[in-house]
């Protein structure tokens, strides 16, 4: 009697290990999956001085200190239900916006290169923190929804602009007539992407339910003409144009002039 109740107790130890087994391996498999799904996401908003999402991911060691560093506790770890790698430093401007400190404290702490000091340094400074520019940084870029933003149905708004740190630079307002009225004006706000530094600090001010002014990384937000046109008004493009012309010739290629900036051609003389 005994015996059959060790054997019966082995037969369910036993058991319970590959069941166990079992579950581990499933439970691999859905953790995978979900860092892979994670790891593709194009949506995160870095700190400030991030490099580039791959080189940012493959850098950072997942230790909090720019979290711990943030006196507005804007940064946050990605959690499992945030799609976003885990342990990685992110924020959410709605929530909590960079507030664009002058010594960028999140930075210098950063015991890898994940956080490049060296992006917030103007060209003519020597590389300390005491030189960073915070108004350097490039986080992203605001973005806004024209059909949402009351300021374009002719209510009168400007939460977003007030909020600005680079008021009149990064965001401006256009003053427009309204027709509809005849008596009031648009305060349309208007968004320089090559100065706005993706802070966050409209999209936590707008007035909407859902703000309409938002801000998205810069490599989902803008989009890229390519080579193939060149900006005659602008020397600098105008000058790219014949650097590019002097390699094609050196490399016994013949240069072929775009149509769509040589318009002069199709003129009939």
């Known amino acids: 009697m005994q015996r059959k109740e060790n054997t019966t107790s082995r037969r369910e130890a036993i058991l319970k290990i590959f069941q166990g087994a079992g579950l581990l391996s499933l439970g691999g498999l859905v953790w995978g999956a979900f860092l892979n799904k994670a790891s593709v996401s194009k949506l995160s908003l870095r700190p400030p001085a991030a490099v580039e999402e791959e080189d940012f991911l493959a850098a950072c060691i997942k230790c909090g200190a720019c979290v711990q560093a943030c006196p507005y506790d804007t940064l946050m770890l990605a959690q499992p239900q945030d799609n976003i790698p885990i342990g990685t430093p992110f924020f959410i401007p709605r929530i909590t916006p960079c507030y664009m400190c002058v010594d960028v404290p999140c930075v210098p702490v950063c015991p890898t290169t994940a956080l490049d000091i060296n992006k917030l340094i103007p060209s003519d400074k020597v590389s300390t923190p005491e030189n960073m520019d915070v108004n350097m940084s490039d986080m992203g870029v605001a973005v806004i929804d024209e059909k949402s933003c009351i300021a374009f149905w002719g209510i009168q708004c400007d939460a977003c602009y007030r909020a600005c740190p680079l008021i009149n630079q990064a965001l401006v307002l256009n003053f427009e007539r309204n027709e509809r009225t005849g008596?009031?004006?648009?305060?349309?706000?208007?968004?320089?992407?090559?100065?706005?530094?993706?802070?966050?600090?409209?999209?936590?001010?707008?007035?909407?339910?859902?703000?309409?002014?938002?801000?998205?990384?810069?490599?989902?937000?803008?989009?890229?003409?390519?080579?193939?046109?060149?900006?005659?008004?602008?020397?600098?493009?105008?000058?790219?144009?014949?650097?590019?012309?002097?390699?094609?010739?050196?490399?016994?290629?013949?240069?072929?002039?775009?149509?769509?900036?040589?318009?002069?051609?199709?003129?009939?003389?």
């Open 183 to 269: 008596k009031h004006a648009f305060l349309k706000p208007v968004v320089n992407p090559e100065i706005c530094t993706g802070c966050g600090m409209c999209e936590h001010a707008c007035v909407t339910e859902k703000a309409a002014i938002f801000v998205l990384p810069r490599k989902v937000a803008e989009g890229k003409a390519g080579n193939f046109y060149i900006k005659g008004w602008e020397a600098k493009d105008e000058n790219r144009l014949n650097e590019e012309s002097k390699e094609s010739d050196i490399k016994g290629k013949t240069t072929k002039k775009s149509y769509l900036n040589d318009w002069e051609e199709l003129i009939d003389e």
